[in-house]
Each structure stands twice: as C-alpha cells, then as structure tokens.
C-alpha cells in the first residue's frame, strides 16, 4: 500500500472486512471504515449511496445480490460526488436532495484472476448518505446492470444478510440524514 493511502487509513477504525472473488478482477479482500475525509482521489475508482426516505432504505437488486448501496464508477473528470449522484439516479431514477459522505470501502487485490494482470492493488469506494429528490423513471438506464430498485422498511433490511458492512453504513446514513434539511 501506498505511503498517501496508509496515512488516509491509519487513523481510522475497521468495522467489517470479507473477502470476495470480483470477476475480472479476481479475489479481493474489502474493509469497510466510517469517515467523513476525502481519500486521495488517485484510489477512488467509485461511489456508491446508502438513500434513506424517513423509515425506508432504497434496495436494489441486480443478477446476483440484493444490496443497499447503488454506485459505480467515476468517469473522467468526475468528482466522487460527482459519479455517486449520476449512478444512484442511472441504476434506480432517483435523484439525491442531500447528500453526506460516511465513509469508505476498501479494496485490495489479494489474487488476480490471470497472471501478468495489470490493476491497481488498492482502490477505495466513497460511500454516501443520500436523502431523496425526484423520481425521473426516465433517466434510469433500461439496460443497466441492475434489475430493480425499491424503497423498503429500515426494519426490514436489518434482518437482512447483507455484506460489506452495509448495516453498519445504513445506521450511519441514518445519523447523516437526521440532520439533512
């Protein structure tokens, strides 16, 4: 790990970490950190939300998992916020009225699907506390990754198996958006 990307983490606490095989990539350990810094961006590859709508969470599900952080990855240019506003309305048509960054995941290669594979070991996602806008049906991608999207009860995806440390961000987002206009 880099000498910037170490002194980023240090002062902060692990609250979950698996590992995961991630095609293309291949296996990958993630630790998940709450924070409210800015990462050096040179590491941040994507952006991801947890939405909250007073006693509700936005679920998404996609091919293989039902999770509670739509995002994805930054385009040239883009800040993180920048990236995380436009996934969060292209995978499920919501726009964000607030939006508060509660922290990181952190993902480091731990073995490459193929040999002489060229990535870049660790890479971080900001995740995001969001607060709903709009419903714009229209801007969601019809063809995207991700099969559907729904607002459920907070009680509800409690009792859920969720990875990555999503409960502990859904308990943060929910402190982050007490405060939001």
Do not use: N
């Amino acid at each position: 790990m880099d000498d910037d990307l170490a002194e980023f983490l240090s002062p902060m606490t692990a609250f979950a970490e698996e590992t995961r095989i991630w095609a293309p990539l291949g296996t990958m350990r993630i630790v998940c950190y709450l924070t409210d810094k800015t990462p050096p961006i040179r590491y941040v590859s994507s952006a991801r939300a947890v939405v909250i709508d007073d006693d509700r969470v936005l679920l998404v599900q996609d091919p293989h998992e039902i999770h509670i952080i739509p995002g994805g990855r930054l385009e040239s240019g883009e800040t993180p916020e920048e990236a995380m506003r436009r996934e969060v309305i292209e995978e499920t048509g919501w726009s964000l009225a607030f939006w508060k960054p509660i922290g990181v995941l952190h993902f480091t290669l731990v073995c490459p699907m193929s040999q002489g594979q060229k990535v870049q070991p660790d890479f971080l996602q900001v995740v995001y506390a969001g607060v709903p806008g709009k419903y714009h049906p229209e801007l969601r991608e019809a063809d995207g990754y991700e099969i559907g999207s729904e607002f459920v009860s907070i009680d509800r995806v409690r009792r859920m198996p969720l990875g990555s440390g999503q409960l502990k961000f859904l308990e943060a987002a929910l402190t982050a958006t007490s405060r939001s206009p």
